[in-house]
């Protein structure tokens, strides 16, 4: 086998959503497996809608997902003159046509095709119009122009690595359009010349594209190229079941990005989408692609989860080290307002770790660091039932203490106060950090120190 190079050819229409993670993170691991190349391709000849700033956000978004490209990126609107050729050659053996049908007429033909109980393909009106006719209406009326694809006879074959060979009979596919009435391109014809032009070996992709691919196959080898292998894999779906793209709702990168989301989750999370068999221990993107056997990937849709991706999140956030979580918690806590410094931030990402879903949970315990943050309804209500005597005693109590010792004050106050259990943990877990539940209490109050502990234990006695 030649040297395997793949590509990612997104649009820059907008922002890299969670199809597009999958077609290029499976693209870069086949890539990478083969020890070929990876190429990133922006197929921009839409001119009207690319624009720079999503270059810059799909590239930004593709280096934080680990998914470095070789080369410098390639841009589609570069072989521009590469296209005209392929279709004025297609044209010049009678392999593509104008066609001068109407939006209207060519509805009209579908209907009476359906009601035939024929499929909704073109009839053909145009392609075999006489030389003559068809120079005199290209001079003066609008036009598309399409491959001649259609026989009664012949087939197309579209070499797949999951698929073996696929099959497709040339009385089944259409005349599809490659050229629209205002001039440009559709996406078969630039995408297949391309992959052609920049030497692509194998295209992953859903299988949603297979006609795509019998369409592109008949042309390229027509043209004297050889079609690229293919992968065609099952349809990544929405949790509801629907076919997920960004026009559905999925979500952006930089929304995840802004969630303060893991890479690693993502990477997690999407992979393992039809390798059902992938080692829990498989927690690096290198570690992924020499447990994932791409050529056997599973061929049915996949069904994606928010839930599986947080929670990839949530067990890598735990195994962060605390010079990682402190970094993060400033970042989150700076945009609520709140200034740490590094120090108080590393002593906090130390008592913290094991007790965060997302970093952003860190809002919830932000008594800690001010004593001045207000207790909720339902808390205050659970301090009231308590009683400031309690209060009183665990103040004192606190005084008692030679050093910071959880278990000592905790003995010491049930002692003096009768209470125990959740009587007497609970009141002073919620009047330290504002929340029923947490990090270790023994933790806490190191944390806090003397002077802090004792704020807070006098800052609830006289709310009470």
């Known amino acids: 086998m030649s040297k395997v190079v793949t590509r990612f050819a997104p649009s820059p229409t907008g922002l890299m959503h969670l199809g597009n993670v999958r077609t290029a993170m499976l693209n ?75 939006e209207s007429t060519l509805n009209l033909d579908r209907k009476l095709a ?39 006879e012949g087939e197309v074959v579209v070499p797949d690595l999951l698929r073996n ?9 259409d005349d599809p359009v490659v050229v629209r009435s205002d001039g440009t391109f559709t996406f078969l014809l630039p995408n297949a010349i391309d992959d052609a032009v920049d030497g692509i070996t194998h295209v992953l992709r859903g299988d949603d594209h297979l006609t795509n691919s019998a369409y592109q196959v008949w042309m390229l080898e027509s043209l004297g190229y050889t079609a690229p292998v293919c992968l065609h894999h099952g349809l990544l779906l929405g949790e509801d079941g629907a076919k997920l793209s960004k026009r559905t709702g999925s979500h952006s990168v930089s929304e995840l990005r802004e969630a303060g989301l893991f890479p690693e989750a993502l990477q997690q ?13 498989a927690t690096t993107m290198e570690a992924l692609t020499a447990n994932t ?18 929670r990839w999140h949530t067990k890598i956030l735990h195994g962060q080290p605390d010079e990682i979580l402190a970094p993060l918690l400033i970042t989150v806590l700076a945009k609520a307002k709140v200034n740490l410094p590094e120090d108080k931030a590393l002593a906090l990402a130390h008592i913290m770790a094991g007790n965060l ?34 209060f009183e ?32 943990f609970l009141p002073l877990r919620l009047a330290l950090t504002g929340q029923a539940h947490g990090p270790e209490m023994s933790r806490v109050v190191l944390f806090l120190g003397k002077e802090q502990v004792e704020l807070r234990l006098k800052g609830v006695l006289g709310t009470l």
């Open 28 to 102: 870069w691991m086949f890539a990478k497996k083969m020890g070929g190349k990876f190429l990133l391709r922006f197929e921009d000849t839409d001119q009207s809608r690319s624009e720079q700033q999503y270059i810059d956000a799909l590239k930004e978004d593709m280096l934080w997902l680990g998914l470095q490209w070789d080369d410098e990126p390639l841009f589609q609107s570069k072989h521009a003159e590469q296209h005209r050729k392929a279709l004025d050659k297609l044209a010049e053996d009678n392999l593509a046509y104008p066609c001068f049908c109407s």
């Open 114 to 152: 359906t009601s035939r109980g024929l499929p909704p393909r073109y009839n053909g009106r145009c392609r075999h119009l006489s030389a003559e006719e068809r120079a005199k209406r290209l001079a003066t009326e609008t036009h598309t122009w399409r491959l001649a694809v259609h026989a009664d």
């Open 165 to 173: 060979n696929v099959h497709f009979l040339r009385k089944d596919l």
């Open 269 to 281: 999370a999407m992979i393992r989408l039809g390798h059902p068999n992938i080692s829990d221990d």
């Open 293 to 310: 056997d791409i050529e056997h990937l599973s061929t049915s849709s996949v069904r994606w989860s928010n839930d599986d991706m947080w």
């Open 357 to 390: 879903n997302k970093v952003e949970d860190v809002l919830h315990f932000k008594r800690l660091l001010n004593v001045n943050e207000p207790l909720n309804a339902e808390d205050l209500n659970v301090l009231k039932e308590t009683g400031a005597e309690f």
């Open 393 to 424: 005693q665990a103040i004192s109590t606190w005084h008692d203490l030679n050093e910071i010792d959880w278990q000592a004050w905790t003995s010491l106050l049930k002692d003096a106060s009768g209470k125990k259990g959740k009587q007497l």
